[in-house]
């Protein structure tokens, strides 16, 4: 493509013209080759970001961008399901909704990505279990997935690769928050995948990356919209992202959490919005005729075990060694990485518990460790919080609500910082669901 071309698309999008169709997809094509001038995609970008694009040409972005890559191509793709959250502290639904929908007969080949800023990432957590692969090929992932019904694997250049530099200017360039250029890049991947049905869980609140009902409202749409005109039956959930979810913060900790709920032991908020995602695809797919019948499938394959052993399945399908992920099922604790020291939390003032500040907790972990700053950064698997409450419960001002794994001297200020992200009321108060609305 031309640089003439590439600036006449630009002088398209900053007019708010319809972008010529043909010249979007030569343009798409060239940035996966590496063909165009990098100045004239940071120009694209920042005229997409500045006066957007309309929902068809998001969508005909969205494709070009799948179509930049492999596409995974099922024999009969009516079960293939997949999900996709925008993020939140403590969000480790994915490691329990593939062997939970495997369990019940859908087929998940997940794409998932590492954590930068506060949320952390679905691969960071797997990849604190030992041995554990996420490196996997598209004809690999389908491999997996006909065999034991579910895998999750890191992003990598055969899926979209156009997405790949796209995403890495927007980081340089101020373009992140751009709502057509977070649908494409998180569309086109899912849409590699060769779903049938996607659920889209997108956060709202105070720990989420959309803070505001109205964002998160307007992203909902967009997604769905382009998903939809990409032939995916899809749904999105707006859910409340004000406190922590479940139990766990921090990338082993939150594999010991979900092994928890496999056992049928584990928080019910996590779980509650677990069930929330899987019944939705349940129903998509045809599987179970209400939502009502899926909880009770989802319920059974946590009772009965077939859950939990779809997980183990996963684990040593992507390399982890058979011994070791028996273990883990029966006692993460003795696999998992533990923290050199466990720092107790005490709360402030009595009353119900009516918030934490996710923010407060996570900005405290990335700092020891348990996320990032930069895509360079290592992470310390075994660094988070453990919380010892949940809400509406009631505490007592000096007990303890919170356990801090770290392995480094922290100081007074953060474990305040802790004390006080404890918010009580002196009344009772409601719990209500995460569930805000269904965008469809």
Known sequence: MKSADVEALINQVSAKQTMDDSALQDFITGVAQRTIDLGLVEKWLKAVHSNGISVPET???????????????????TLVVDKHS??????KMSLMLAPILAACGLKVPM?????LGHTGGTIDKLESIPGFNCSLNPQ???DQVELIGCCIAAQNDAIAPADGLLYAIRDVTDTIDSIPLITASIISKKAAEGLASLVLDVKCGK?????TLDDATALAKSMVGAANGLGINTVAQITQMDYPIGQYVGNSLEVLGSILVLQG????????????????LMVRAGIANSHDQAKDLIAEVIANGSALEKFRQ???????????AQTLIENPNSVLLSSEHITEVTATKAGYVSEIDSMVLADIARKHGAGRFTIEDEIISEIGFEICVERGQYVEAGSNWLKFHHNQVFSEEEIA????????????IQVKSRLISIIE
Do not use: H, Y
Request: one cysteine or more; a negative charge.
């Open 59 to 77: 969508t005909l972005l969205t494709k070009g961008m799948m179509l930049s890559g492999s596409v995974i191509d099922w024999r009969d793709n």
């Open 86 to 91: 925008t993020g939140g502290v403590g969000d």
């Open 111 to 115: 794409l998932a990505g590492r954590g």
């Open 140 to 142: 690999q992932m389908q």
């Open 207 to 211: 720990g989420a990356f959309m803070q």
């Open 265 to 280: 032991k584990g928080s019910k908020d996590t779980l509650e919005i677990v069930v929330l995602q899987c019944a939705e």
């Open 314 to 324: 996963m684990c040593i399908q992507q390399g982890v060694d058979e011994v070791t």
């Open 417 to 428: 910082a802790l004390s006080n992200s404890l918010i009580t009321s002196p009344q009772k």
